[in-house]
C-alpha cells in the first residue's frame, strides 16, 4: 500500500511558476514509479510527468516536456513537479499517483487527493 499527500496547488498568473510537491509513504512505494496527472473541467485525466523512485528515469508529456520538471528528494520520500511558463490551458486539479512503471501510464494505482491549479490570463 502507497499514500500519497499532494501540495503547493494554487493561483498563478501565466507566465508564472508554481511547485507541487507529493510526500509518498508506505512500505513499499521506493519499488514504484512516482508520477504525476492533470484533469481540467470537462476533460479526461491525463498523464503529466513520472519519475522512478530506483532509476530515476524521467517521462513527459509533450505538453509540459520544456516547461515542467519532475524531480525527488530521497531523504524526504518526496516528489515534486516544477512548473514554469505556466499556461491558462495548464488549469487543473493536479494528482500524484504511484505505479509500476514511469512509462505504463495506465497502470498507476495509488493516487493522492489533488490540489488545484489556476493560471490566470
Known amino acids: 500500500q502507497v499514500q500519497l499527500v499532494e501540495s503547493g496547488g494554487g493561483l498563478v498568473q501565466a507566465g508564472g511558476s508554481l511547485r507541487l510537491s507529493c510526500a509518498a509513504s508506505?512500505?513499499?512505494?521506493?519499488?514504484?514509479?512516482q508520477g504525476w496527472f492533470r484533469q481540467a473541467p470537462g476533460k479526461e485525466r491525463e498523464f503529466v510527468a513520472g519519475i522512478s523512485w530506483t532509476s530515476g528515469e524521467t517521462y513527459y508529456s509533450d505538453s509540459v516536456k520544456g516547461r515542467f520538471t519532475i524531480s525527488k528528494d530521497d531523504a524526504k520520500n518526496t516528489v515534486y513537479l516544477q512548473m514554469n511558463s505556466l499556461k491558462p490551458e495548464d488549469t487543473a486539479v493536479y494528482y500524484c499517483?504511484?505505479?509500476?512503471?514511469?512509462?505504463?501510464?495506465?497502470?498507476?494505482?495509488?493516487w493522492g487527493q489533488g490540489t488545484q491549479v489556476t493560471v490566470s490570463s
Open positions: 499517483a504511484a505505479g509500476p512503471l514511469v512509462r505504463a501510464i495506465r497502470k498507476y494505482e495509488y
Open positions: 508506505g512500505r513499499t512505494f521506493s519499488s514504484y514509479a
